[in-house]
């Protein structure tokens, strides 16, 4: 039997009237569907959807794991799932609970060429090995229904970085860029890279930045990265920074294959932003905006970071949510319209209170 509340892919769609309509394009079922989407979804080339579920089987009882599926759209307009990987099952699989020994897959991501690439990391374990400490996958299509994983790179949980999180990003040459929550040289995270290596299979890791906390970096990354034109990485910090609650840097390259970290901004709480826990969004004059906790009411923000002459950055909370109608607690970042208008979701509040959530557009 179906059952509800295992979680939805859906759409929005404005109308003449400056109201959204909203249209349920897959509810999960719990079964071997999966269950619990969490990560954004990707588009590929021919407009399906592929994204990540953190519960396969029976969404409310047993078995962990993890899946990626695809949707495809129907001519009537429907949407058809496939599960292209399932990953090991175990007990125990609820919401922020996946068992002692499952994989739970944490997103998904096309490279310029169209390869899909995705992050997988042990559920409760402390065991590194099959992959606990994270790893970075590419998934390969055999034919329509059979899709085969390659690991890349296993995490340690040591210096190279573990637990990674967040989404995936890609420079012009498919190099693949990333973050983790714990390991490097302080165990408190990682910015890495990934290199394939020419003339053998196999991929290599640099690190670019171990954060070490305290008052001058960030620390316990849980975002991914964004890169510009210039090869220069940006990121987000849960913690760390000038009062501890978490900061924006910047890395760059040096010519000696060396990176140098640039701590862009300290968040203060109160009523600035606080903890910001997703990656950033450029906008075409070079601002960047994401989503955070704090802001003036406590129930999270949207900031905006503005560069200036002499290579200063100038942050701006754009809009505190209060908790109620409005939301509360965003995730996910935020992505911005030709007109300037930033649109995101938040995980609470709107017309069903602390359970519901909403859909968001902010104007300048």
């Not at 996958?137 to 999180?165: A, C, H, K, M």
Request: proline residues 4%.
């Amino acid at each position: 039997m179906p059952r509800a509340g295992c979680g939805t892919i859906f759409e929005l769609s404005p109308s003449g009237s400056g109201s959204w309509g909203e249209k349920v394009l897959y509810a999960f079922q719990g079964f071997s569907d999966g269950a619990y989407p969490t990560a954004p979804v990707v588009f590929d080339r021919r407009g399906n959807l592929y994204g990540t579920n953190n519960c396969p089987q029976d969404c409310f009882y047993n078995y962990g794991g993890g899946v990626v599926f695809q949707l495809a759209p129907n001519s009537n307009g429907a949407w058809t799932e496939s599960i292209l990987y399932t990953f090991p099952m175990d007990s125990g699989c609820s919401p922020g609970n996946f068992g002692t020994g499952s994989l739970v897959v944490c997103s998904v991501a096309f490279d310029h060429l169209g390869n899909l690439y995705s992050i997988v990391v042990g559920g409760r374990t402390q065991d590194c090995t099959s992959d606990g400490c994270g790893a970075v996958f590419n998934l390969g299509q055999i034919s329509v229904f059979n899709w085969y994983r390659i690991t890349l790179y296993s995490f340690t949980d040591g210096s190279d970085g573990g637990y990674p999180q967040g989404q995936l990003n890609f420079d012009a040459g498919n190099n693949i860029y990333g973050t983790t929550g714990a390991g490097g040289t302080a165990g408190l995270g990682t910015a890495y890279r990934l290199t394939p290596d020419r003339g053998r299979q196999g991929w290599s890791e640099t690190v670019l930045h171990s954060f070490q906390g305290g008052s001058s970096d960030g620390s316990n990354p849980t975002a991914g990265v964004v890169l510009d034109a210039a090869g220069n990485v940006y990121g987000t910090t849960l913690q760390g920074g000038s009062a501890g609650l978490g900061t924006v840097y910047m890395l760059t390259p040096q010519s000696n294959g060396t990176w140098t970290e640039t701590v862009l901004y300290s968040f203060q709480g109160g009523s600035d932003a606080s903890s910001p826990n997703s990656s950033l969004t450029f906008d075409a004059g070079g601002d960047l905006y994401s989503t955070s906790g704090g802001g003036a009411h406590g129930h999270g923000a949207v900031f905006k970071l503005t560069p200036s002459i002499g290579g200063h950055w100038t942050e701006r909370v754009v809009y505190s949510f209060t908790g109620g109608q409005d939301g509360g607690a965003p995730s996910g970042g935020v992505v911005q319209d030709g007109a300037g208008n930033l649109y995101g979701t938040a995980q609470s509040g709107g017309t069903y209170g602390q359970n519901g959530g909403v859909a968001f557009e902010i104007t300048p």
